[in-house]
């Protein structure tokens, strides 16, 4: 009795380790919050007039599927990098918890499900987020340890569940998901250069080159985060033009975008880590605050 009670109790562990093991493999945070985008993207569509909770659940586990193998792919190809930096070294990949089998298989019958998922909404939906794939996976992930340009480029596959979204609610490309795709395009960059910012050097040690600038952490990279949040303010009032949403939503928005740039010109003036922590903090406000106040205060056509 008590062997088996202890037996029972190993296999729970291993389960229990094997759960986060892909939890760590699939970006859980990340995945989900690129999902919640294109969910809110979805309903900001015009064509979406009342909230239909099967579509929604549906399209969030296509999203989480395709997402989940990117990043998973990612995870595969950058094991080597991974392990010898800090805050990667702990990926089941990496850490030589899970084989490179194991993980392939798991991101194609992911991406694939994922695929096949979206396809239920209509042929566009499911053409972008395979494209989104592809264009994460297997062009910006080694394009990284090449040239900083790869963060142009894996702009446009964080940007593209806007997109996806959009394509979903609406069966076709209008200039609402384009602008929701800009607003997201644009807030990749101080985000994403703040984070590099604080890891620098474990992403210099791997080999990765991210910052704008060849000498890292220089005054330069701080004005392009600068530039690209100021970019922020006229791609946010487009979606009041368009009668996407409200008076509300915009001056929401307006201040969410200039106390981002607040942050990125403090980063520039101090020129620290703690500076670039508080640009990435507020980057992970802005979205969120930015996608929910368009969606509370959505325009019924």
Request: proline share 3%; net charge positive.
């Amino acid at each position: 009795m008590i062997q088996q009670e202890s037996v029972k109790r190993s296999e729970s562990f291993a389960i229990a380790e094997k759960l986060r093991d892909y939890k760590l493999l699939i970006k859980f945070n990340l995945s989900f919050m690129v999902v919640f985008s294109a969910v809110i993207s979805f309903l900001l569509a015009p064509k979406v007039v009342a909230y239909d909770w099967k579509a929604i659940i549906l399209f969030f586990i296509g999203g989480m599927l395709v997402t989940s193998s990117a990043n998973a792919i990612n995870q595969i190809e950058e094991k080597d990098t991974d392990a010898r930096m800090k805050r990667t070294a702990n990926r089941p990949i990496a850490a030589g918890r899970m084989s490179e089998k194991e993980g392939w298989i798991f991101s194609f019958v992911a991406g694939l499900s994922g695929v096949l998922i979206l396809w239920h909404f209509n042929f566009l939906t499911a053409s972008l987020a395979a494209f989104s794939l592809f264009l994460y996976a297997f062009i910006y992930t080694p394009l990284k340890k090449i040239s900083s340009v790869a963060v142009l480029v894996g702009a446009i596959p964080g940007a593209l569940p806007c997109l996806i979204g959009w394509a979903a609610g609406n069966d076709s490309l209008t200039a609402g998901g384009w602008i929701l795709f800009a607003i997201q395009f644009f807030w990749q960059f101080p985000h994403f250069w703040a984070i590099a910012w604080i890891a620098h050097k474990d992403y210099s040690n791997a080999g990765f080159k991210l910052l704008p600038s060849k000498e890292g952490q220089t005054k330069y990279s701080a004005i392009q985060a600068i530039l690209y949040s100021l970019l922020l303010l006229p791609v946010g009032v487009l979606p009041y033009f368009f009668d996407m949403s409200g008076m509300i939503s915009l001056i929401i928005v307006s201040i969410a975008n200039l106390l981002m740039i607040m942050q990125c010109v403090r980063l520039y003036r101090e020129m620290s880590v703690q500076a670039a922590r508080r640009v990435m903090f507020s980057s992970y406000i802005y979205l969120p605050v930015v996608l929910l106040a368009l969606l509370a205060n959505k325009v019924s056509v």
